[in-house]
Structure formats: C-alpha cells, structure tokens
C-alpha cells in the first residue's frame, strides 16, 4: 500500500518558518517526481514547489519563490518543504504528491500526480 505521510504544520507567526516534511512508502521513491500543493478555504489547489527524482531539479510557484525550499532524501524516502517568511496568504492545507516518471517535467497539474497525503494544516497569523 502506498503511502504519503504529511508532518510538520502548524501555526506560526507572519515571519516565522516550518519545515514540513512527507514520509512514503510502498514505492521505489527514487522513482517518483516529488510535489507540495496546497489548498486554502474556498480555494483550487494550488501547485507550490516540486522536485525531481533526483532532486537536482526543483521547480516552485511565483508566489513562494525565494521563501520556500524543497528538498528529498531519497535514502529516507521522504521530501521536505522548508517555508521562511510566512504570509497570512500561505495559510492552507499542504499535501505531498508523488508521481511515477522515467522523464524530467514541471509537473504543476494536480492531475498528473498518482499519489496523495493526506494533508497537514499551515496556519500564518498576523
């Protein structure tokens, strides 16, 4: 069975930082693109940062750039969000996602992704 396992929200100040990281299982890791989006109340789900198999590559939205850093550890089949700077405007539920690939891509379409978290709740208060 695989898994996708969100930890690391909570409620933080405008200006302070989390780290949020997403435990798998039940899957070759090292064979999955690797992404965070996000979800605020009366919202889509958004795409914020993504990673690649390797993690050489990363790829994250306009609105988190120079603010927020994904990572992986592929030996720990785990992905990390770093967020510093928070904006009452992250406020949102963050899932991890996986999805299957022999190919390099952005992949910023939820739809494209095999697998999801459950989510953990991020909130910025001002």
């Known amino acids: 069975q695989v898994q996708l396992v969100e930890s690391g929200g909570g409620l933080v100040q405008a200006g302070g930082s989390l780290r949020l990281s997403c435990a798998a299982s039940g899957l070759t890791f090292s064979s999955y693109h690797m992404g965070w989006f996000r979800q605020a109340p009366g919202k889509e789900r958004e795409f914020v940062a993504s990673i690649s198999r390797s993690g050489i590559s990363t790829n994250y939205a306009d609105s988190v750039k120079g603010r927020f850093t994904i990572s992986r550890d592929n030996a720990k089949n785990t992905v990390y969000l770093q967020m510093n700077s928070l904006k009452p405007e992250d406020t949102a539920v963050y899932s991890c996602?996986?999805?299957?690939?022999?190919?390099?891509?952005?992949?910023?379409?939820?739809?494209?992704?095999?697998?999801w978290g459950q989510g953990t709740q991020v909130t910025v208060s001002s």
């Open positions: 996602a996986a999805k299957r690939t022999y190919y390099s891509g952005s992949y910023t379409i939820p739809r494209e992704y095999d697998y």
